[in-house]
């Protein structure tokens, strides 16, 4: 590697772009601050990890055998002379980290495990070879939630697609997935109380189109949260309801208010299933499904859609939601849902999805000067299920065609009016499965959207740059083509 020319960038203190020498601050997310100085660290075969942290070191290790083949040893005290990476938690970071790569040493600091482990994210992105490139970061993150979506209900994902999906995710410092686990087609996850959900709901042929079908057992949920929070990253699973419902009305007509069961449906429309708010069932059966999906997450949060209840008159969907949300916080936990919620008082305290595409919502910027959260998925900008342009093969238009640049451009802070900063929670990338049936689908529309949401969510709004973002995006190309991520290759980005 070249010398760097002398550079320093104050970030910290000024509003100043992240600059890119010899790839040292090719990092997505940006950092906060990144001063290259040219000293790289090699990694051979007698580097070890020392770290009192090891569900952070044994994963460093693990990536770094995957990725050169070096097996290097994590161990809680190594050598003071020897070559080492060294992993530690000390205070006064915040959530976020500093890394330092001298010649001999490489050193990540920070206050959390969650933070130690972004900074060996960022680590990871600057191995090129056996290098790292030398220099100074220091990295904290503008938003606590980043947030991915998936939604197994269209077409199911099975858990190893999943798992793929969340090796990529963490590395941009994605550290929530949202999973969408029931929808009018099918059902997705296993409930005891009510076995006939997946039986009928999860059975062959109950994805969009008749094509697929499956459904998550409680044991490989659990599965799947344990993989991903060894990596960081929490899961949010979501029931939607009261809307949304068809899968469970087919497997269960108690839940219609005339008790016939409806036709299994594996088109594409929305907005014409509802439970049946008057009835006690009805209640019986959501907190059921609240109790046995709180049981098995460890999360803080329980999405309860709430989003396109065309079919549930107004004055009932409130009525519902008012009955519903203090349920999942008898269990325990916060009520996530889609920005509709707003519209229930009872959901000041929880957490509102704003997929909308206007800069205004006068309900939701009401229910925000009342306490409540919001997480930001403008569907223009964030629906990654929207095509690229007019001839991407996969993908859906509603919302807009959306290129990188159009993903990139726009700030989660100022987004919506009356939605303070202060009350936005971070962002997620919603990635709906009408059109996606593998895993090769899910990475073309994902990437490399998926990196300017997660950019958005974590760099500070003064690095906002697109010229600055596509250079870093074009240097961070090559990373996915290793890992075999098909991803679509805009041409807004010169690879
Ligand atoms: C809207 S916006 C939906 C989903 C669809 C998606 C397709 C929202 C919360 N719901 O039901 O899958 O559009 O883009």
Request: net charge negative.
């Amino acid at each position: 590697m070249a010398l760097p020319q002398l550079l320093t960038v104050a970030l910290l203190a000024a509003p100043v772009p992240v600059l890119s020498v010899d790839g040292f601050a090719d990092v997505i997310p940006a950092p906060v601050s990144a001063v290259p100085s040219g000293a790289d660290f090699h990694l051979d075969r007698n580097t070890v990890i020392q770290t009192r942290t090891p569900a952070v070191g044994n994963q460093l290790a693990a990536d770094i055998s995957a990725e050169t083949g070096l097996a290097l040893p994590v161990t809680p005290s190594a050598a003071p002379a020897g070559r080492k990476i060294s992993l530690k938690i000390a205070g006064g970071l915040g959530d976020g980290y500093k890394l330092v790569v001298n010649r001999n040493s490489v050193e990540v600091t920070a206050t959390t495990p969650a933070g130690l482990f972004d900074g060996t994210q960022t680590l990871l992105q600057l191995r090129e070879g056996r290098a790292i490139a030398g220099g100074t970061i220091e990295d904290r993150p503008r938003f606590t939630y980043r947030g991915s979506h998936l939604d197994l209900a269209r077409h199911f994902h099975t858990p190893d697609e999943v798992k793929k999906y969340i090796d990529e995710i963490r590395r941009l410092k994605i550290n929530y997935l949202h999973l969408h686990l029931s929808d009018d087609q099918g059902w997705r996850i296993q409930i005891d109380g009510w076995p006939r959900l997946t039986e009928i709901g999860g059975a062959a042929g109950t994805g969009v189109d008749g094509v697929g079908g499956g459904f998550l057992t409680k044991a490989e949920y659990a599965d799947l949260v344990a993989y991903a929070a060894a990596r960081f990253v929490t899961i949010v699973p979501e029931i939607d309801m009261p809307g949304h419902v068809n899968a469970a009305q087919v497997a269960y007509p108690e839940l219609t208010c005339d008790g016939v069961a409806p036709p299994p449906r594996t088109d594409t429309a929305v907005g014409y299933s509802s439970l049946c708010i008057s009835s006690e069932t009805t209640y019986r059966f959501v907190e059921d499904v609240i109790r046995e999906l709180a049981a098995i997450t460890p999360g803080p949060y329980i999405h309860i859609g709430g989003d396109e209840a065309h079919a549930t008159p107004p004055a009932d969907y409130v009525a519902f939601q008012n009955r519903v949300i203090p349920l999942v916080a008898k269990y325990g936990k916060t009520a996530y849902g889609w920005h509709e919620i707003a519209q229930s008082p009872a959901a000041y305290s929880s957490v509102a999805q704003n997929w909308g595409m206007s800069r205004s919502n006068p309900v939701l910027a009401g229910a925000v000067a009342n306490g409540m959260r919001v997480v930001m998925s403008p569907a223009n900008k964030a629906y990654l299920d929207m095509k690229y342009d007019r001839n991407t093969p996969l993908g859906l238009t509603w919302a807009g065609l959306i290129e990188v640049r159009t993903a990139y451009d726009w700030d989660p802070g100022t987004h919506l009016t009356g939605v303070p900063e202060s009350a936005v929670l971070g962002v997620e990338a919603a990635l709906w499965s009408e059109t996606l049936r593998n895993i090769d689908h899910i990475e073309y529309m994902a990437f490399p959207r998926l990196a300017a949401i997660a950019e958005l969510g974590w760099s500070p709004a003064s690095s906002h740059d697109w010229e600055a973002f596509r250079s870093r995006l074009a240097a961070y190309g090559p990373q996915w083509t290793a890992r075999g991520v098909d991803f679509y290759p805009s041409p807004q980005i010169s690879w």
